[in-house]
């Protein structure tokens, strides 16, 4: 028994500490390649893993990719990348600044890019040369998103059933910042509830009682973790489909 409980002291120290070390800001450039996918309009798309809907396709000005390992298991949804290629006879020298929305692998790639953020890692006079490689060699590195008037925003998904199923996704999640964890409190409860990942950036919970509701979110960022409570709550008459301002600002 106390074998067990001390093994299980030990894995839980570990993820403790694994979990602190993946919040740092990664700031070195890692090799990886490339690829981008087929859209009619060069944008992202409205469909992907994340769960942004029309957010992932024109967030960043359709400058989105779907990652593969940085995916996360949805963790790595809204995270922001620089690319840039390593071809030096077409390539640009600061490439692009992404925005993940999607899941996906290509070619022992990293990055499946939309076209518009593909044809920016190319310089001007060279962007036909560079899709008709298909897949490229390049370097990625982790920076901080940046949203110009924009605080931390939870959308009701779509999918949410009022008032007992409730479903939200974040948006506008600014800096080198993950999203780990989101607890509501009602007055009822007298106690902070976990919500359930869904899948990519979508949370849920099941058997909502009807009132208004707090919101705080576990954050992995520069700081280490901490737990950000919304300056704002969740009203009782909440709508699919309605994004709410938490009023914080995450840099």
């Not at 979990?19 to 390649?33: E, G, I, K």
């Not at 982790?142 to 007992?164: A, D, Q, W």
């Not at 899948?199 to 099941?206: E, L």
Request: aromatic content about 12%; charged content about 20%.
């Amino acid at each position: 028994m106390g074998f067990a409980l001390k093994n299980q002291v030990f894995l839980l120290c570990v993820m403790v500490l694994l979990l602190a070390v993946l919040c740092y800001p990664q700031d070195t450039f890692t090799h990886s390649r490339a690829t981008y996918y087929g859209s009619p309009d060069c944008y992202g798309t409205a469909s992907g893993a994340c769960g942004f809907r029309e957010f992932g396709r024109t967030i960043n000005d359709g400058n989105v990719a779907g990652v593969s390992k940085l995916f996360r298991n949805g963790t790595g949804c809204g995270t922001c990348y620089q690319v840039r290629c390593k071809t030096p006879e077409i390539c640009a020298d600061e490439g692009v600044n992404i925005v993940v929305t999607d899941h996906g692998e290509g070619d022992r790639t990293d990055f499946i890019l939309s076209p518009r953020a593909y044809s920016k890692l190319a310089r001007p006079n060279d962007v036909s040369k560079l899709f008709s490689y298909g897949v490229v060699e390049i370097e990625y590195r982790r920076i901080s998103c940046k949203y110009s008037g924009y605080n931390l925003m939870f959308k009701v998904h779509e999918n949410s059933k009022y008032p007992h199923y409730l479903s939200i996704v974040l948006l506008y999640v600014g800096g080198q910042n993950d999203i780990t964890a989101i607890e509501l409190w009602q007055d009822g409860w007298q106690q902070w509830r976990a919500m359930r990942r869904a899948y990519g950036a979508v949370w849920d919970m099941v058997n909502m009682p009807r009132g208004s509701t707090k919101l705080r979110f576990q954050v992995c960022g520069n700081s280490g973790i901490t737990w950000v409570q919304s300056k704002n709550v969740l009203p009782s008459d909440w709508k699919a489909g309605v994004a709410y301002d938490s009023f914080i600002q995450l840099i």
